[in-house]
């Protein structure tokens, strides 16, 4: 046995849930283009190996000029989408001579475009402030700019971002969606709004462009919804080892400031995974943790919680009822068996920042 941290990544997953984000697209009868959200190392998955794997999409969405020339470094040709834009007339001159589209949610990206005469065709993205209050121009701000910008290289499109697309029916939402149509029909220019909860629950926001993100890599767009209940598959399952196996009498503690307490004569599993791995510190005891065991066990029958606080290296879970269980066993803790949403509910997270926080530690694996 090897203590090792492997996340396997199914890149048919990937896939497959590209196909439900057309399927749902195509059922709104929009047949939306797709920017696939590959930023933040395609949400933790691996960067170019996630790219690979979604070259059906139509573009890939990054957050920074860096990770867009990581993709082209790596050989990947799909037309790509600079979220947070540039920073500087170099940067700008770079997007432009790679080809990479930007979205312009600023006065100063403005003023760089219209300084920056630039040879090429750049597509452009203006970005709209339609209430999240994060990026974006005011409404009327972008409306004031938008004569500048045709008059530059620019070939221009309108998108905006949902602050609250994962609660499905959100009235803020509805808002959002109608003040960007409102600016892109009286502007005539193409729109994208929706991310992963809106392709799902809000088949109005679909629009020319959609950008699914945490839905391609199989976790639950919406909140009070499982994955599975919408056909997406968990592209990635992250396993460890159970290390070693001890009792535990009744009223002794387990783990860093004795938090975790025995109410029986107990049988404590102690699993290679810690928070210098990427499993969060802050989930509570009773988060599970799927061990199938030597009985091969399945579902809720597989589970076991966590006792006690997570360490750098270290987690310790309760096998009082699970005498099958031996060391060297293989942990699922998120993953196939056990959605990492359920891990994210426990830690007080989201599954987005559990896939992000994985460490070099963790050994990466594709299979098709
Ligand atoms: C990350 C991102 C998305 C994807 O959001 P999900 O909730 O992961 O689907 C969409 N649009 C923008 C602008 C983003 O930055």
Not at 179 to 192: C, D, G, I, M, R
Request: charged residues 20%.
């Amino acid at each position: 046995m090897k203590r090792e941290v492997v996340a396997r990544i199914r890149l048919d997953a990937l896939r497959h849930n590209l196909a439900v984000v057309r399927k749902h697209c195509a059922a709104s009868g929009n047949h939306s283009r797709v920017i696939a959200m590959v930023k933040a190392d395609a949400y933790g998955h691996g960067l170019l190996p996630v790219a690979r794997a979604l070259g059906d999409a139509d573009m890939l969405g990054v957050a920074v000029l860096e990770e867009a020339l990581e993709l082209r470094a790596g050989g990947i040709a799909t037309p790509l989408v600079i979220m947070e834009g540039i920073f500087s007339a170099d940067e700008l001159r770079t997007a432009a001579s790679e080809g990479f589209a930007i979205v312009v949610h600023q006065q100063e990206q403005i003023e760089m475009l219209r300084a920056t005469g630039l040879p090429q065709r750049l597509p452009v993205w203006v970005k709209l402030d339609t209430g999240m209050h994060r990026l974006g121009l005011q409404v009327d701000v972008a409306a004031a700019a938008l004569p500048d910008l045709r008059k530059t290289s620019a070939t221009l499109g309108v998108m905006s971002h949902f602050a609250c697309a994962d609660e499905p029916g959100c009235a803020m939402t509805r808002k959002q969606l109608a003040t960007l149509l409102a600016f892109a029909q009286a502007h005539e220019l193409p729109a994208s709004a929706a991310n992963s909860g809106a392709i799902v629950d809000m088949p109005a926001a679909h629009l020319d462009v959609v950008r699914p993100g945490i839905m391609l890599y199989g976790a639950a767009p919406t909140r009070g919804t499982e994955a599975s209940d919408v056909e997406l598959q968990p592209a990635m399952t992250l396993t460890a080892r159970v290390l070693a196996i001890k009792a535990v009498p009744d009223g002794d503690s387990v783990g860093y400031g004795a938090a975790w307490i025995a109410r029986r004569d107990s049988r404590i599993g102690v699993i290679g995974i810690g928070y210098g791995d990427g499993y969060p510190r802050h989930a509570a005891s009773g988060t599970p943790v799927c061990i199938p065991g030597a009985d091969n066990r399945h579902g809720a029958n597989a589970l076991v919680p966590l006792a006690g606080r997570v360490s750098m290296d270290m987690i310790t879970v309760d096998l009082s009822d699970r005498p099958d269980v031996r060391v060297g066993d293989l942990a699922v803790l998120w993953g196939d068996g056990l959605p990492a949403d359920v891990v994210a509910r426990h830690a007080d997270t989201i599954s987005y920042e559990l896939f992000c926080r994985l460490t070099s530690r963790v050994r990466f694996e594709y299979v098709d």
